[in-house]
């Protein structure tokens, strides 16, 4: 049981290109989180799903998107690249079958955009 | 948006000895779960304990407990028996209980210093 996988760990990205981050889980969770975490901060949610196919703005959408063909996985797309989405980002899942489940966390991707 | 406030950005504390970590949220919500993540070195976010707003028992983890106000809308963190491995920073999220209640807010956190 991996839990919540992240790829990669580490990326550097030049201003204007793209990419993707990849999250998947095996916990069979229908929800799932995309967070970003700056210094000083806390984290902030880009986006959600509650289950496959739908998809929800967070608090900080705009330069992303998402998609959630299966329940396992849950990517991130970023499309041409700012500075200001040099950050940590954590994708994060939990079970809908109690009320008070806690998100589970990958371990990250720390993204820097020169 | 839910606003979740951790007013002490650093606190350390010696080893063996006691510390807590305030968090206090706005919420116009009677109903809602509120949690403490802890975030080491390593950059990998734990669960550490929740709270069920409806619940006035403050909940407990081994050396992990809360003191949950809620007509004061606190909800602090209190580490006994401080360890070295207990230095990270602490994050401290609210989730409301409603059905369209899916997104978790979250503080700017704590950094906390165990002095040995």
């Known amino acids: 049981n991996a839990g919540v996988t992240q790829t990669p760990k580490f990326r550097i990205l030049k201003i204007g290109q793209s990419m993707t981050l990849q999250c998947t889980q095996d916990?069979?969770?229908?929800?799932m989180y995309w967070y970003r975490q700056d210094p000083g901060m806390g984290l902030k949610l880009i986006y959600y799903s509650v289950g496959a196919g739908i998809t929800d703005k967070g608090e900080v959408p705009n330069g992303y998107n998402v998609s959630r063909s299966t329940t396992e996985d849950f990517p991130l797309r970023l499309e041409l690249a700012a500075p200001s989405q040099t950050s940590v980002y954590f994708c994060?899942?939990?079970?809908?079958?109690?009320?008070?489940?806690?998100?589970?966390f990958g371990n990250g991707t720390r993204l820097t955009v020169t | 948006a839910q606003t979740v406030t951790q007013s002490q950005p650093e606190m350390s504390v010696q080893e063996a000895e006691t510390v807590t970590l305030s968090c206090t949220y706005d919420?116009?919500?009677?109903?809602?779960?509120l949690f403490w993540y802890k975030q080491p070195p390593s950059r990998q976010m734990i669960l550490v304990i929740r709270?069920?707003?409806?619940?006035?028992q403050n909940a407990t983890e081994n050396r992990f407990s809360v003191n949950f106000q809620k007509a004061a809308k606190s909800f602090s963190l209190k580490i006994s028996d401080s360890q070295l491995g207990d230095a990270a920073m602490y994050f401290c999220a609210y989730r409301s209980a409603k059905n369209t209640g899916n997104q978790f807010y979250f503080g700017t956190g704590t950094s906390l210093t165990v002095i040995p």
């Open positions: 994060a899942s939990r079970t809908g079958s109690s009320y008070n489940s806690p998100l589970h």
């Open positions: 919420t116009s919500e009677s109903d809602y779960y």
């Open positions: 916990m069979n969770h229908n929800y």
């Open positions: 709270q069920e707003a409806y619940k006035q």
